[in-house]
Each structure stands twice: as structure tokens, then as C-alpha cells.
């Protein structure tokens, strides 16, 4: 037999998952589901130096843990409420429907005032108080829950129904394209000029194990978020503000009714390491920021701007590299995926990732330089990419050796990529890809052979090096800039201004 406490801790348990499970049925992953919530107290509450590390370095890494840390708290949390009622319920001498209401109360106000979702938090208490009120055989008028394994059994199979049924959600949403999906008319095809701006992308890439093709199969993310917004297409809108003639707001349709274009961009943060994966490419759809800020009429002592997001990320930086922007919606011809700043997000030439503000709602012109968002945790990233060669690629087969990556410069470009193979004494020049096409009107004949011309303006290259080896020997690679400036030598950690020195591999063959 079970001894009571430790039937009233499991039953409280139960109940705490199913508030947990409740709650995340009606808020999904998003920041108004109590678990997110709480991640996001737990990632303001811990050291700037901590969180600096945790999410521009670790990223994606991090960000499964800490969801699950807080999915442990909140049930803590609730769990720890479904007892405090059975206490008081026991104490007072309650009978077992005062005592369940109590449960379910307790748990729907904290749920509230986590995360400010009242349909989610009434759900949430009453699945809690739900589980609770099953574990009960019977009335007992004693408070106590359970009278035995039955009514444990009860409540835990109620939590594991809710835990199911809060699993069935996202993929009920994702079929029945709820809010994840645009409802509007968006086309599913991709754009034939797109099509073939990708075409010439994948043959232009070198096919090598280990190594990305020119367009990112798999692209980064990095933001702030323990979940990411969820934003309204049709009530999200861009206001340009601040220094200006007139201040304006457009909203989506505006936005993609304009002239737009195709443009590769390359985006990698801060904090990403010599040889890290977090640096990618795609081919983005949208229109230069500079036609809004003419339209606004930016006041001649306009120096920087502020630029705000949705999840109340904002980043100051030069009004300079603002001009030079493109105002993105679509990502590789789709309309942009939520984790990469749906509906529009900026694209920002030449500059470490955090600038490129994902989610955009408000780019304010100042009049003095302000501080953004990483650089209150001590970064130093709103400033031009440092150039960097990745070395991701290497095999042997039989004393044939062949390495490859990616090199990129930002807006410098890559005119070169050098290959020692021992240890940086003698360098050799790696085959480069051919660079990719330059900004395409949106609006250019697929079919004409003049559409897609020019050259990508801030694209990475592909590198490849083929060689003969016996023995044992460092494999040490560098990109060299169009002007001829050779990636410096020095080491550095990616904090506070980004990773610097050579990616090198021991080769045996
Ligand atoms: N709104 C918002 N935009 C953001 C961030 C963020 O946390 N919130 N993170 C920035 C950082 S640090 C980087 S490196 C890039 C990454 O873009 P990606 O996730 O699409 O690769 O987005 C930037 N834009
Ligand atoms: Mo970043």
C-alpha cells in the first residue's frame, strides 16, 4: 500500500503535467504558453555573461534545455499548487469537490499570471483540478485524494490523455493550417525565376560530403527566444519613425504589392566559431529598405536607427547599413518560416546576423547612437562580418586527399581561399565556385536569358583542394579578400566581436 504523502505527491504531480499540457493545448509553442514563459523569466534572471554564452553560442543547443528545465518547473510549480489545496483542504476539513475547485483555481490564476492567456489558463486549472478529482474513489470528506492504486492509476492515465492530446494539437494546427500556416493566397509553387535562381545555384555548388551546397539545406537559427512569436499576418504592420518628414505604416499587402527583388545574401552570427555551422545562405524575396526611408523623408541629422521586433528584440546600428537593406518575406521562394521572422524581417548587407532583425515592426531614425539588444549582454555585433574560410569537408582514400568548404567576406567579397598542408608554412590556392548571381527583379522574365545577371553583393563561395599525402600532416585553410587582404591569423573566441583565426583539421590519410 502507497502511503498517503506519497499518493498525494504523485496525484500532485499528475496534475501539474496536465496544467503543463492543458495550457500548451491552447497557446502552443509560443510565448504564451506558462513553460515559454517561464524559460523567458528564467533567461532574464540569469547573468548577462551567461546568457551571452548560452544563446549566441550555444543557440539551438541551448534552447531544447532550457524549455525543458522550465517544463520541470512548471510542473513543479502547479504540482506544488495542487498540494497546497489538498493541505488546505485536509486542514479545513473540505470535501472533495471544494478541495478540486481549489486545485483548479490556484493553478488557473498562476497559469495567468505567467503568461497572461486566460482561455489557456482556465483550461490548464481545469485539467489540473481534473486529475486531481479522479484520483478520488470517493467522496472521503477528509481531503485525502486516493484510496488506493485505481484512482492513482485514474489520474495518471488523465495526464498522460492530456499530454497526448496537447501533442495532438500542433499537428491538428498544422494540418487544418491554423495559425502556423498563412491563410492568405500564397502561392505554394515557388516563382519559376527563383526556380532557376536555385538551379543555377546547385550547379554552381561543389558536391562534397561533410559541406553545404551554395544554398543552405539546413539554415541556422539564432534569436532571443525560448519560443518564437507568433506573428498576425494581416494585423502585422512597419512603421518607419523618429527623425522623419512623415512618419508611415504599411502593412503586409503594401509591402508585397512593392517592386521587389531577389537577392543571395549570406548571414552568419556573431557568435559563431571559426569552423561553426552558423553561417548560411539562401535566396530572399523582398524590397530595399531605402525606398521606404525615401518615402519617410529621413531628416538630415538622422545618424542611426532603431530597429524593433515583436518579440521586443530591438537593435541600434548606422543609418548607413539600414540603406543598403532589403525588407524580406520570402526565403528560397516560400513565404518566410516563422523561425526566421515571419512575416518580414530584415536583411542587412555585410554585417554580423543580430542586425538582421527577424519579426520587424519599427525601424526608428535617431538623431545619436543608441545600444541594441546583444550589446547591452557585451556584445559587439552590429558592425561589418569578419572574413572567415570553414573547412567542413575532408577525405582520404588512399593517400588522395580532398578538403572543401565555404569562405565569406561580407561585402568585401572572396577573391581567393588558400589551402597549407603543413600547418601553415606553404599555401596553395583552392578552386572557388563561381559567385552567385546579383539582385534580380522579382518582377524579370524566367525565360529571358539577360534576367539573372551580375554578381551577389554579400554571398559566400564554395572551396575545394585536391591533393597527395602520405603521411600525417595539419591541414590549415584562410579566404583572402578582393582588395588581397589575407583573413588575419590571430585567435579569438567568438565573445565579444566575433570568432578570428584559421579553421585547421590533422589529416591522416
Ligand atoms: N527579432 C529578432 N531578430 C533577430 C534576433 C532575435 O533574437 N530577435 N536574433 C538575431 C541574431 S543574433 C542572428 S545571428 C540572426 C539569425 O537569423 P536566423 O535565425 O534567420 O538565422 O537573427 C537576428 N535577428
Ligand atoms: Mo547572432
Known amino acids: 500500500m502507497t502511503p498517503p504523502r506519497v499518493r498525494r505527491v504523485a496525484v500532485a504531480t499528475a496534475s501539474g503535467v496536465a496544467v503543463a499540457a492543458g495550457t500548451f493545448l491552447v497557446a502552443g509553442f509560443s510565448p504564451r504558453w506558462v513553460v515559454v514563459a517561464i524559460a523567458q523569466t528564467v533567461l532574464l534572471a540569469l547573468p548577462d555573461a551567461v546568457l551571452a554564452a548560452g544563446i549566441q553560442g550555444l543557440g539551438s543547443t541551448g534552447q531544447p534545455l532550457l524549455v525543458a528545465g522550465s517544463a ?94 496537447a501533442g495532438a494539437g500542433p499537428l491538428a494546427r498544422a494540418i487544418g493550417g491554423g495559425p502556423d500556416g498563412r491563410d492568405r493566397a500564397e502561392p505554394v509553387e515557388r516563382d519559376p525565376l527563383v526556380e532557376r535562381l536555385l538551379d543555377g545555384a546547385a550547379a554552381r555548388s561543389f558536391d562534397l560530403a561533410g559541406a553545404e551546397p551554395l544554398v543552405s539545406e539546413s539554415f541556422y537559427v539564432v534569436d532571443k527566444n525560448a519560443a518564437d512569436p507568433r506573428v498576425d499576418p494581416d494585423s502585422w504592420s512597419l512603421r518607419v519613425t523618429g527623425a522623419v518628414d512623415e512618419e508611415i505604416e504599411i502593412d503586409l499587402d503594401a509591402v508585397e504589392s512593392r517592386p521587389a527583388q531577389h537577392r543571395f545574401v549570406t548571414l552568419r552570427c556573431v557568435g559563431d566559431t571559426v569552423n561553426g555551422r552558423k553561417t548560411d545562405t539562401a535566396v530572399w ?66 554585417h554580423w546576423g543580430e542586425i538582421n532583425v527577424k519579426w520587424i515592426t519599427e525601424i526608428e531614425i535617431l538623431e545619436e547612437e543608441a545600444t541594441g539588444y546583444w550589446e547591452e549582454r557585451g556584445w559587439h555585433g552590429t558592425g561589418p562580418v569578419s572574413t572567415v574560410a570553414k573547412l567542413h569537408h575532408v577525405e582520404t582514400d588512399d593517400g588522395a586527399v580532398s578538403v572543401g568548404g565555404h569562405a565569406y567576406a561580407g561585402t568585401r567579397g572572396v577573391s581567393a581561399v588558400e589551402v597549407s598542408t603543413d600547418g601553415g608554412d606553404t599555401w596553395s590556392e583552392a578552386d572557388l565556385t563561381d559567385r552567385l548571381p546579383g539582385a534580380t527583379p522579382a518582377d524579370a522574365d524566367p525565360d529571358d536569358p539577360d534576367a539573372v545577371g551580375g554578381e551577389a553583393a554579400d554571398a559566400w563561395r564554395g572551396w575545394r583542394y ?44
Request: charged share 20%; with cysteine; hydrophobic share 50%.
Open 285 to 350: 524575396t523582398g524590397f530595399p529598405v531605402a525606398d521606404l526611408l525615401e518615402e519617410s523623408g529621413v531628416r538630415p541629422d538622422g545618424c542611426c536607427v532603431m530597429v524593433r521586433a515583436a518579440d521586443d528584440y530591438y537593435q541600434a546600428f548606422p543609418l548607413s547599413a539600414l540603406r543598403d537593406g532589403l525588407l524580406a518575406y520570402r526565403m528560397n521562394g516560400r513565404p518566410l518560416p516563422r523561425q526566421h521572422g515571419a512575416p518580414v524581417r530584415a536583411l542587412i548587407p555585410g
Open 72 to 165: 520541470g518547473l512548471a510542473v513543479a510549480l502547479f504540482g506544488g499548487l495542487a498540494l497546497l489545496a489538498l493541505r488546505v483542504g485536509r486542514v479545513a476539513d473540505r470535501d472533495r469537490a471544494e478541495i478540486v475547485f481549489l486545485v483548479g483555481a490556484l493553478q488557473a490564476l498562476a497559469a495567468f499570471l505567467l503568461a497572461v492567456n486566460p482561455a489557456a489558463a482556465v483550461v490548464g486549472g481545469a485539467l489540473g483540478a481534473a486529475v486531481v478529482g479522479l484520483a478520488g474513489a470517493s467522496a472521503t470528506g477528509t481531503g485525502e485524494v486516493s484510496r488506493g492504486r485505481r484512482g492513482l492509476l485514474r489520474s495518471a492515465g488523465a495526464a498522460a490523455a492530456a499530454v497526448g492530446l
Open 466 to 509: 585536391e591533393y597527395e599525402a602520405d603521411g600525417e600532416h595539419e591541414v590549415v585553410v584562410r579566404a583572402v579578400e578582393a582588395d588581397g587582404t589575407v583573413q588575419p591569423a590571430a585567435e579569438r573566441d567568438p565573445f565579444p566581436s566575433g570568432a578570428s583565426g584559421y579553421a585547421s583539421r590533422t589529416v591522416r590519410p
